[in-house]
């Protein structure tokens, strides 16, 4: 079974406007940690942002930000006033803690195009 | 900002040969890590390295691969004898601590011939 899943493999959005990408996950851990990271072309992978299982708060970084919904096991990335240099691939992650494990599962990503 | 670097940007290489990915991680991180995307797909995890040692690894992480911090500075990835199905793009990453966020180095793309 996927640990995470991204079901939109391509978005489109106006420069401007605000995005959302989403990301559900499974895990039986009641400890882990989710993460946003971005891909432009030139394939470097961003860290964009972090949610801990037990922050009460939503994450914010500036115009992202992370609707975490844990009872829907949903952590779906918010972009705010799109710009042309958003375009790119997104991944969600998620770490578990169960074991001791450090490692990172990624979605299969979703490509994010913004229009002029 | 301190960064994590990765040499060489590309590699091309003949099956069979053996390959040395290198990986500079952030100075005062801790935990180190290899993952591998193949084109146009998700990044997957490989191994992760800390005190030391392997403390995990993945099921793609057979005999043919192999993890050293020769020196302070350095950590590297070696693949003895390359497959074609080997050609990915190969990422470093590594943390202060855990469950913080890993920092990805620009990647190395391999490609076997």
């Known amino acids: 079974a996927q640990k995470i899943t991204q079901t939109q493999p391509g978005m489109f959005v106006q420069e401007k406007e605000a995005v959302t990408l989403d990301c559900t996950y499974d895990?039986?851990?009641?400890?882990?940690?989710l993460f946003w990271y971005k891909q432009p072309s030139s394939g470097e992978m961003i860290f964009l942002i972090y949610?801990?299982?037990?922050?009460?708060q939503n994450a914010t970084e500036g115009r992202y930000s992370l609707n975490f919904q844990k009872a829907r096991k949903s952590a779906n990335l918010v972009i705010s006033a799109s710009q042309l240099g958003d375009s790119a691939m997104y991944f969600c992650?998620?770490?578990?803690?169960?074991?001791?494990?450090?490692?990172?599962?990624f979605g299969k990503g979703t490509k994010l195009t913004v229009n002029p | 900002e301190p960064e994590v670097t990765q040499t060489p940007s590309h590699q091309v290489t003949q099956m069979g040969q053996e390959v040395i990915l290198r990986c500079v991680p952030i100075?005062?991180?801790?935990?180190f890590y290899w993952y591998r995307q193949i084109l146009g797909q998700k990044v997957e995890f490989l191994v992760s390295?800390?005190?030391?040692?392997?403390?995990?690894k993945s099921e793609i992480f057979d005999d043919q691969f192999s993890v050293e911090r020769p020196d302070g500075s350095n950590f590297t990835l070696k693949i003895r004898s390359t497959k074609l199905e080997d050609s990915a793009m190969y990422f470093c990453?590594?943390?202060?601590?855990?469950?913080?966020?890993?920092?990805f180095g620009p990647g190395t793309r391999l490609t076997v011939t």
């Open positions: 100075s005062n991180h801790l935990y």
């Open positions: 949610q801990g299982s037990y922050d009460e």
């Open positions: 895990t039986s851990d009641q400890s882990y940690g």
């Open positions: 390295f800390y005190n030391n040692e392997i403390s995990e």
């Open positions: 990453a590594s943390t202060a601590d855990t469950p913080y966020e890993q920092y």
């Open positions: 992650a998620m770490r578990e803690n169960q074991g001791g494990s450090e490692k990172l599962v």
